[in-house]
T-cell receptor, first 112, second 115 residues
Framework: GEDVEQSLFLSVREGDSSVINCTYT??????LYWYKQEPGAGLQLLTY?????DMKQDQRLTVLLNKKDKHLSLRIADTQTGDSAIYFC????????????FGRGTSLIVHP | NAGVTQTPKFRVLKTGQSMTLLCAQD?????MYWYRQDPGMGLRLIHY???????AKGEVPDGYNVSRLKKQNFLLGLESAAPSQTSVYFC??????????????FGSGTRLTVV
């Protein structure tokens, strides 16, 4: 079955760039997502990318997609303490199921 | 404000008690979902619904029941709570078709403790 893998933790210094990585196994993935979960809150959609794109940029966020290696990354430029959260990667195939597969989430810790 | 509303936000149950978690959305979404989130386990799908009057099992459905009598509401029931059901429960909803690109809208969660 489909699987989405992420590392569990990432620690960065304020002002540095953060890169959160994700790998997936479903080659028919159509949409890939990054969600952010702040403490005590639900998940919030950060950005998405279609499988026919290589890169998407949105202000401080850059999403890179390597379809050959089935690798997705989220880069946060100039990371701030407010970026501390859990980041979930998710993928959805084009097979008609509207049920994405989520990774286990990466806890981003930003320290001064 | 448009979105997904979950009630209650917190609850403590004794083993064997029952309760119902309510999820309401005002975005006219077709699909609705219930997930549980446990440390180190990520999100696990309990049940979902593709439309009013329909429900389906997810990854971890045992011990839970659901109903979707109205399009905007999705109820999650625990008939006889067990300590293993201590978790944070999230409801989500989404469009279907090409609009699914906009992903899920999540509620803020219900923190349930079973003692």
């Amino acid at each position: 079955g489909e699987d989405v893998e992420q590392s569990l933790f990432l620690s960065v210094r304020e002002g540095d760039s953060s890169v959160i990585n994700c790998t997936y196994t479903d080659s028919s993935s159509t949409y890939l997502y990054w969600y952010k979960q702040e403490p005590g809150a639900g998940l919030q959609l950060l950005t998405y990318i279609f499988s026919n794109m290589d890169m998407k940029q949105d202000q401080r966020l850059t999403v890179l997609l390597n379809k050959k290696d089935k690798h997705l990354s989220l880069r946060i430029a100039d990371t701030q303490t407010g970026d501390s959260a859990i980041y979930f990667c998710a993928e959805n195939s084009s097979g008609g199921s509207y049920i994405p597969t989520f990774g286990r989430g990466t806890s981003l810790i930003v320290h001064p | 404000n448009a979105g997904v509303t979950q009630t209650p936000k917190f609850r403590v149950l004794k083993t064997g008690q029952s309760m119902t978690l309510l999820c309401a959305q005002d975005m006219n979404h077709e699909y609705m979902y219930w997930y549980r989130q446990d440390p180190g386990m990520g999100l696990r799908l309990i049940h979902y619904s593709v439309g009013e009057g329909t429900t389906a099992k997810g990854e971890v459905p045992d011990g839970y029941n659901v109903s979707r009598l109205k399009k905007q509401n999705f109820l999650l029931g625990l008939e006889s709570a067990a300590p293993s059901q201590t978790s944070v429960y999230f409801c989500a909803s989404s469009y279907t078709g090409t609009a699914f690109v906009y992903g899920y809208t999540f509620g803020s969660g219900t923190r349930l403790t079973v003692v």
